[in-house]
């Protein structure tokens, strides 16, 4: 595991531990702070800390990767209740200089296939094909869920083997594409209107996108697992957006 691999993965523990040492991983005059509820620098994190009633935080960061200068992770988290989040780091010059992520409730059941919002395999594979798997997502997103092409859908999706570990949904495209339609016609369309950073390691690919959710405002993670030149498993979470009065920097949600 690289050197900053480590740092964030010691940095996310340490909301549990208490421990100070991994923030010193943290540029502490440069801290850009992307999580709306969450005042800018290393102060604003330290408010949010000091706000966690003692030994209360639990954090199991199952997954960490890394594109360039960003550090990315899916982690199990108990604070404030329990969560599904993604974290993306930036470092520069060999410091945390900058911080996005997205929450959603922890699902309380299973989904229809059984699978849960995180377990599935956690190892980065085929590495020199990262650039043709995001490539691959990012063609996906673009085409499919922001263009509306959905006839293109299996253009990327491998329909035999698709593994779906969002709660709501099971296996399978034919379950996808029927959400999708029940959420259309119910007046509640699920639209994808940008996508703003697309970042992977092998055979694991992080897109950041936002759009609308049940008439929200929203940002949409998903991680998706490629395997010959297709995508054959998906992992997200979706946060809504809050309103500009409500944020607690001014830095906004994206890149």
Do not use: C
Not at 25 to 30: I, L
């Amino acid at each position: 595991m690289s050197t900053e691999k480590q740092q964030v993965v010691a940095l996310l523990k340490s909301i549990e531990t208490g421990d100070t040492e991994p923030v010193s991983s943290v540029n502490p005059t440069k801290y850009i702070q992307h999580n709306l509820a969450v005042g800018d620098g290393l102060a604003g994190l330290g408010a949010v800390l000091q706000a966690l009633p003692k030994g209360s935080a639990k954090v199991h960061t199952v997954r960490v990767f890394q594109d360039g200068d960003y550090v990315f992770t899916h982690t199990d988290y108990n604070f404030f209740g329990p969560k599904i989040g993604f974290d993306i780091f930036r470092f520069e010059n060999g410091k945390i200089v900058e911080h996005w992520d997205n929450l959603q409730e922890t699902a309380s059941a299973l989904n229809p296939s059984g699978r849960s919002m995180i377990d599935g395999p956690t190892q980065a594979i085929d590495l020199d094909k990262t650039l043709a798997n995001k490539a691959l997502v990012k063609a996906f997103l673009e085409d499919v869920l922001v263009a509306g092409r959905g006839e293109q859908l299996t253009t990327y999706l491998n329909i035999e083997t698709y593994l779906q570990h969002n709660p709501a949904l099971g296996d399978g495209v034919t379950a996808l594409i029927a959400a999708v339609e029940a959420m259309a016609n119910a007046g509640t369309p699920m639209t994808f209107d940008r996508v703003h950073k697309v970042l992977g390691e092998g055979n694991f690919v992080l897109a950041v996108s936002e759009g609308t959710f049940l008439g929200k405002k929203s940002a949409f993670y998903d991680l998706f697992r490629v395997e010959n030149g297709k995508i054959v498993e998906h992992w997200d979470t979706i946060e809504p957006i809050p309103p500009q009065s409500e944020w607690k920097n001014s830095n906004g949600k994206f890149f």
